[in-house]
C-alpha cells in the first residue's frame, strides 16, 4: 500500500479531514491531495506529517507494513538510516 493511502487511513481513523491536516501544516488543500496520491514521499515530509500525527517514522512504515503485508524498503531506507 502506497504511503498517500496510509496517510488517509490514519486521517480517517482519527477523525482528521484533510483540510484540517492541510491547515494545519500550512499547506494547501491542493498540495495536500497530492501528498495522499503520492506512492513515496520525502524524508522531510514523512517526518513533518508524523511530528503531526505524533508518531515516529518507523511507525508509519510499520502501519504500512500491516496493511500490506510487506514493506518496500529501498523507498524507506533513508527514513529508517534517520532515526
Not at 1 to 18: A, F, N, P, S
Not at 21 to 27: E, N
Not at 42 to 66: A, G, H, N
Amino acid at each position: 500500500m502506497h504511503c498517500g493511502k496510509v496517510l488517509q487511513d490514519i486521517l480517517y481513523e482519527r477523525r482528521i479531514t484533510k483540510a484540517q491536516f492541510a491547515r494545519t501544516l500550512g499547506i494547501s488543500p491542493q498540495r495536500m491531495s497530492q501528498i495522499a496520491r503520492q506512492e513515496s514521499m520525502r524524508t522531510d515530509q514523512l517526518e513533518r506529517i508524523c511530528r503531526y500525527l505524533d508518531m515516529l517514522p518507523s511507525e508509519f512504515v510499520k502501519v504500512m507494513e500491516s496493511q500490506d503485508g510487506k514493506a518496500d524498503f529501498r523507498k524507506w531506507q533513508e527514513v529508517l538510516a534517520d532515526e
